[in-house]
């Protein structure tokens, strides 16, 4: 069992910058690949980021690439993502998830691949 524990979302004006941190707790880190995933209201979740196992891989979705950047402190057993030049529809709660696998350079961006999930963080931009 893996724990997620999302925050440093909030609100910021367009063009502002926010840095979102998960903490995890429970199995190896180090065994998962991490992702970012956010929801708008009326939307599906979808992909944002995700990183391999070792940090040598990235994913990026084509509306943030650029812009946000995902990163990864096994020692703090931590992910983080970093979020510049925010627009409104950026606006979501950001989830954080994580998808043991074997390889330490893989990674998936895809939604039912992922094992764990945090709670959510909530990110409002404003125009």
């Known amino acids: 069992q893996v724990q997620l524990v999302e925050s440093g979302g909030g609100l910021v004006q367009a063009g502002g910058s926010l840095r979102l941190s998960c903490a995890a707790s429970g199995r190896t880190f180090t065994s998962y690949a991490m992702g970012w995933f956010r929801q708008a209201p009326g939307k599906e979740r979808e992909s944002v980021a995700a990183?391999?196992?070792?940090?040598?891989?990235?994913y990026y979705a084509d509306s943030v690439k650029g812009r946000f950047t995902i990163s990864r402190d096994n020692a703090k057993s931590t992910v983080y993502l970093q979020m510049i030049s925010l627009k409104p529809e950026d606006t979501a709660v950001y989830y954080c998830?994580?998808?043991?696998?074997?390889?330490?350079?893989?990674?998936?961006?895809?939604?039912?691949?992922?094992?764990?999930w945090g709670q959510g963080t909530q990110v409002t931009v404003s125009s």
């Open positions: 998830a994580a998808d043991r696998l074997p390889l330490p350079t893989t990674l998936t961006s895809t939604r039912d691949e992922y094992d764990y």
């Open positions: 990183i391999s196992r070792n940090g040598g891989s990235t």
